[in-house]
DNA sequence: AAATTATTTAATCAAACGATTAAATAATTT
DNA sequence: AAATTATTTAATCGTTTGATTAAATAATTT
């Protein structure tokens, strides 16, 4: 066993500052944090926090990477299964970040500004340049499906932006509709749970229309 | 004729700090922005920004009054017009709204950003609380359409969720899709100015879907 | 031309913030 | 028990930042 001393991973100081630095940071963006309010969060004290990650920028590019890593992560292993359907794909697809949202619904938001900030991070803190070309299978798979399909063409980049925004969209304005709705964070979520069998409903809707 | 010493409102110099100051803080949010940055953007310096405004906050207030202003306005006009069909309403809010993102694509990421750090601000400062129930024509004819459809209702939060998502989302990720898919903002503007006509079929197809 | 107003200059303050350091103390390992 | 490692304490440094001030200059009005 190489899990002796610590049982958890996550039970190190290490990564117990990193976890405090990932919600303070995902909750505030990176201008807002102060290492000051990391080290409160972590429970450990300024001194320490720099001790590890020798600076606020060194900890901020570690979170960060891991949350694009998380947002990426399975992707891959969905979209390029030869085994299951398009339509399939795209269920699980909403599925998994529904599921993810609700356990992350800062996620989103914190990646969208950051990135807007600073694009290069993309391909700088990331190696997000890699599976550019890759010829997934759900490339294929769609262009089968327009070609056996004798409705008007759609450009695949408007349904991408319908898909992800509709299943992203409302996690980024839930503070909004929350709060013109006086909906509350449970109620919120269950309409995002209908929303996991709705949206590949939706979807299929528009690509059969006309 | 009341404007004889300034031939435009914006001519004068509160107007021009305030309209520096609005670029920046839209840009890179409340807290990532100087005061000096303001002073450099406006053409202006430190001094004559508080000399004027008192301070970054007070500053801040008066552009983010505006910019909801901005967002809710005209809103009421179109949503309580009884001229109009319920289709109609939906493509005037969409074109309105795609034409207005267009000239001010930061202002979704800004405003949503500003509002999750603070939500309280949109009863503080803002009177956002006053058209609360105001039994709009459209919600009357949203029931209408419900009840003489013989079809598998929906909760009108999804289908508003759906509409803003389609609409706004695509500009909140524009920093991450177009350095994904290499697009230039003109081609991104193309694709919107296609979903002003689009989104509303869309929304159609999914209300007539089942 | 004189008076008033607008804007700049430059210096400065106080507070906040990122970061470092050295020494003290606690915890863990050997 | 001794040695090593982890963490705290507390002070401090240098910089940034919001904000203020007083005096000088420019522009506008009277």
């Given at each position: 066993m190489k899990e002796i001393k610590q049982?958890?991973?996550?039970?190190s100081t290490e990564e117990k500052i990193k976890q405090a630095a990932r919600e303070v940071f995902t909750q505030k963006g990176y201008a807002a944090t102060r290492t000051r309010d990391i080290a409160e969060a972590s429970g450990y004290n300024l001194a320490l926090i720099n001790y590890y990650f020798r600076s606020k920028e060194k900890l901020f590019d570690i979170v960060m990477l891991e949350h694009l890593q998380t947002f990426v992560h399975s992707i891959l292993g969905i979209v390029d299964?030869?085994?299951?359907?398009l339509q399939a794909k795209i269920e699980v697809l909403v599925t998994h970040y529904i599921d993810m949202l609700i356990k992350n619904p800062d996620l989103p938001l914190f990646i969208l500004s950051e990135i807007k900030q600073d694009p290069s991070m993309l391909i700088s803190k990331v190696?997000?340049?890699?599976?550019?070309?890759?010829?997934?299978y759900i490339v294929q798979q769609w262009n089968e499906m327009v070609a056996t399909r004798n409705k008007p063409s759609i450009n695949p980049a408007h349904m991408i932006m319908n898909l992800v925004g509709m299943t992203i969209f409302p996690f980024i304005g839930s503070p909004l509709i929350r709060n013109r709705t006086g909906m509350s964070i449970e109620q919120f979520n269950v309409l995002m749970e209908e929303r996991k069998k709705l949206i590949p409903k939706w979807i299929n809707a528009i690509m059969n229309m006309e």
């Open positions: 049982i958890e991973k996550n039970d299964d030869p085994a299951t359907t190696g997000m340049d890699k599976m550019q070309h890759k010829e997934l």
